[in-house]
């Protein structure tokens, strides 16, 4: 059998194409190898939404290159938001890699392996949703669920409308029969993914909305928990606040990306929205689920940022009280808007108000966990925890990771009573009838 090596960059979107790639590779009768140097086919499923990510990929593919001089017969693919946004520049300044493909022609990996040319080959037209492609999940119990491809918003500093292309809907049938699928095949936990996923359905006709969808999804027997990634704030309405409120498996966690507290550095990032307006969807959210947990992205050091503009970002983060966020400093990418303006901030500046936000983040997320101290909560079980193997490890329906001494498998759903909390984590015993269990008093190292 042929074996075949992916390694993923990026986001949630390119962790579900990978799980696509795998499943369509293992029907053309590959198979998975753990390590690079075993594999026949090496694939990179790359992101480009930083300069970082550029860096730290091209130093992978270097590895796959020297794999190649010692077995020329290896094939070397790239795939994924980079490669889309390079094309076919990839063969020139990588004239080893065989394949390449944009998010929207994964498909075509497997046209390349079965034909009998073996020439260079470059796809990068959107032909098709990587969610009709087979699967092969990372874990039984947690899904993906594409429910949208490309992004509309022209944000300024973002790539993504480039590498993604403009907005997709797959019909709600489809969807729902999909996660029917999901759900008899054991998965427990749904996550819905899309660039803007609360635009969902506008281009569909008839219409349809994210907070129709959620409650047709909500439906599904078996389906225990509901998350989605990424809302844009511009679209959050009231109909997505009442569901989180009224779906019984649509979680209480809602991740907001805010990009920066300041009017002004909102507008040049044509967010479309303004601090106000903002802080006016946090209310809606929390006057319908006042539990929720908020999560966040924030972007330091947009260009023109002044030291005025990141206190106002300051201000919101720390007004807010946000369950966690990423941070960001800002990254200039090809072909963008913002990449165009002056007033290109200093890093050293950047990474000083960086410091500054990371410091009120983990201390609003710290006081905010404190919240949970003394509460039992569901947990869904996804295995031993990472720093004690003895414990077990898993995930509250607010998205916080929690370790703790109980006995249950993968999948379960499970009441656990929490002791203790830090910015990141909670800490507690697993409870059975009430009481906590035999197994949450043996000793551990947390
Ligand atoms: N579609 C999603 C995710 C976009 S990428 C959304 O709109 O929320 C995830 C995050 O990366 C963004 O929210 C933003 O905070 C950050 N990001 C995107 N482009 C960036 C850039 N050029 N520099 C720094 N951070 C960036
Ligand atoms: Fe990028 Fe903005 Fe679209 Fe998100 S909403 S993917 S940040 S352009
Ligand atoms: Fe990266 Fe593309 Fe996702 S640029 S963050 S892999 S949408």
Known sequence: MPGYHVTTFGCQMNEHDSERMKGMLESLGYEERPA??????????????????????????????????????TVVGVGGCWAQSVKDEVFRRFPFVDVAFGPGQVHKLAEFLTSDSLTAQGFFEFEGFTGHLPEKRAR?????????????????????PSTRGREVSRPAAELVAE?????????????????????????????????????????????????????HPKDMREDVARAHAELPAVCEH???????????ILKAM?????????LDRVRLIREHVPDVALTTDVIVGFPGE?????????????????????????SPRRGTEA?????????????ERMERLVEVVQRRAHER?????????????????????????GRTRHNKVVNFAGDARPGDLVEVRIDSATSQTLAGGQMKGGHLSATAFLPSLA
């Open 179 to 231: 996660v029917r699928r999901m759900a008899s095949e054991g998965v427990r936990e749904v996550t819905l993914l899309g660039q803007n996923v609360n635009s969902y359905g506008r281009d569909l006709r008839p219409r349809a909305s994210f907070a129709v969808l959620l409650s047709a999804i909500d439906a599904v027997e078996g389906i225990a928990r509901i998350r989605y990634t990424s809302p």
């Open 254 to 264: 809602v991740h907001l990306p805010l990009q920066s507290g300041s009017s002004r």
């Open 36 to 73: 690079r140097a075993d594999a026949d086919l090496i694939l990179f499923n790359t992101c480009s939404i930083r300069e970082k990510a550029d860096e730290r990929f091209v130093a992978h593919l270097q590895e796959a290159r020297a794999i190649k001089r010692r077995r020329p017969e």
């Open 140 to 160: 039984e119990f947690q899904g993906w669920l594409q429910i949208s491809v490309g992004c509309n918003c022209r944000c300024a500093y973002c790539i993504v």
């Open 270 to 278: 044509r967010r479309t929205y303004g601090r106000e307006r903002y």
């Open 369 to 393: 966990a404190q919240r949970f101290v003394g509460r039992t909560l569901e947990v869904l079980v996804e295995g031993p925890s990472r720093t004690d193997p003895a414990r077990l490890r």
């Open 339 to 351: 990449a165009q303006l002056d007033g290109r901030i200093e890093h050293a500046v950047a990474v």
């Open 306 to 330: 002044t030291e005025a503009d990141f206190r106002e970002t300051l201000e919101v983060v720390e007004d807010v009280g946000y369950d966690g966020a990423f941070t960001f400093i800002y």
